[in-house]
């Protein structure tokens, strides 16, 4: 445990850029304890480091619930999550305790977006295949049929949560030569209009699709979203891409539609649980892309986060403005 200065206590739950922790240990209003490791923090030291403690910066893997919450006791003021998702916040019990919650929106739409893109072209050209066979001697005569695989051109992409994401991604697709743009939602996006986009009911968008794309928030509504019947109205030449939040997806679901030929191929980033254990049916499938959720993994999306994360909890200890604070 890195421990530095005087005053109000905030805890860290992950080693941070040094960058960041110089700007919360020198800002003369913090007493610093960060969790010094790249490793999650182990629950019986997060509940001990949050103890006392006025601020709390976190990350997606640390369930902040009741159990915390009481730990921290009455001082905590802040929550500020190196993050763009808080599914991992009670958000009920910390507005009913008066805590202010920041977060990081925005800074990492470019970054997911390009990797939503990248992972898509990824498992419909079947990239990770090809490498293998060039790896393990596959790679012999050229062979008309051999690694064929999907392409934009002329396509339906579909799109299931048109947000900041959701846009970045088709405005990085469209010059593909995507011929339509379908995509589903609770309302229509004034944005979409630049794209030509289509705002149509769920079935439409999976039937319709040959590329799904799926960006939006896990909500009750939307966990367990894409399941069996989902799948089965896919097209068997579609590609399935997930880079929101693994538990929208019914893996076992997808396995079997994957496995089936039901639909041709899948790219994810997120999963369920995360680190997918190694063992998973998912992992040998040659058709199914996984990523360890690598969306937002650039030096300056990381250190961006890493700043507006600070910046959020020094705010919200002393009763300042958060530069990105969760209305709720």
Partial sequence: MQT????MKVFVTRRIQPEGFNVLSSSGVCEVCMWDSDEPVPRDELLKGVRGASGLLCLLS?????EVLDAAGPNLKAISTLSVGFDHLDMVEIKKRG????????????????????????AARR??????????????????????GYGLSGSTVGVIGLGRIGVAIARRLMPFGVKRLLYSGRTAKPEAAELNGEFVPLDTLVSESDFVVVSCSLTTETKGLCGKSFFGKMKKSAVFVNTSR?????????????????IAAAGLDVTTPEPLPKDHPLLTLKNCVVLPHIGSATYATRMTMTSLSVHNLLGGIQGKEMPKELVF
Avoid at 4 to 7: L, N, R, V, Y
Avoid at 102 to 120: F, S
Avoid at 251 to 257: G, H, R, S, T
């Fill in 4 to 7: 530095s200065g005087t005053t």
């Fill in 62 to 66: 640390d369930k902040i619930d009741t």
């Fill in 99 to 122: 805590i202010r919650v920041g977060y990081t929106p925005d800074v990492l739409t470019d970054a997911t977006a390009e990797l939503t893109v990248a992972l898509l072209l990824a």
């Fill in 127 to 148: 990239l990770p295949e090809a490498v293998q066979e060039v790896k393990n001697g596959g790679w012999t005569q050229w062979k008309p049929y051999w690694l064929c």
């Fill in 246 to 262: 693994g538990a929208v997806v019914n893996q076992e679901d997808l396995y079997d539609a994957l496995s089936s030929g039901q």
